[in-house]
Nanobody
Framework: QVQLVESGGGSVQSGGSLRLSCAAS????????MGWFRQAPGKEREGVAF???????KYRSSVKGRFTVSKDNAKNTLYLQMDNLDVEDTAMYYC?????????????????????WGQGTQVTVSS
């Protein structure tokens, strides 16, 4: 059974940093398209950063240069390093993975096409 477990969320001040982790069990990360979504209260879930199936990285324009997505295949763990956080980054962050998806279009990626989801971790940025 595939499980994704996020950790690393918390509360920080604007300009601070957090690193989110997503540990997977039940499958091997190296063969999946995986990434991070976020959802703020009253807003739709949106794609943030992805590692496509063959390794290309995709970022939402608003996080480029501030967020870095990476993975450690040996640990089967996905990471999201978030630097220079802004209050607009406040949201519940979810990791997701899919075994058949090859690539994503960051602005229009549909969350419903991802097979597997973590439970979410809250990120709160205060000014």
């Amino acid at each position: 059974q595939v499980q994704l477990v996020e950790s690393g969320g918390g509360s920080v001040q604007s300009g601070g940093s957090l690193r989110l982790s997503c540990a997977a069990s039940g499958y091997t990360y190296s063969s999946y398209c995986m990434g991070w979504f976020r959802q703020a209260p009253g807003k739709e879930r949106e794609g943030v950063a992805f590692i496509e199936r063959y390794g290309s990285l995709k970022y939402r324009s608003s996080v480029k240069g501030r967020f870095t997505v990476s993975k450690d295949n040996a640990k089967n763990t996905l990471y999201l390093q978030m630097d220079n956080l802004d209050v607009e980054d406040t949201a519940m962050y979810y990791c997701a993975a899919d075994s058949t998806l090859l690539s994503v279009v960051i602005g229009t990626v549909d969350p419903s096409i991802f097979e597997f989801w973590g439970q979410g971790t809250q990120v709160t940025v205060s000014s």
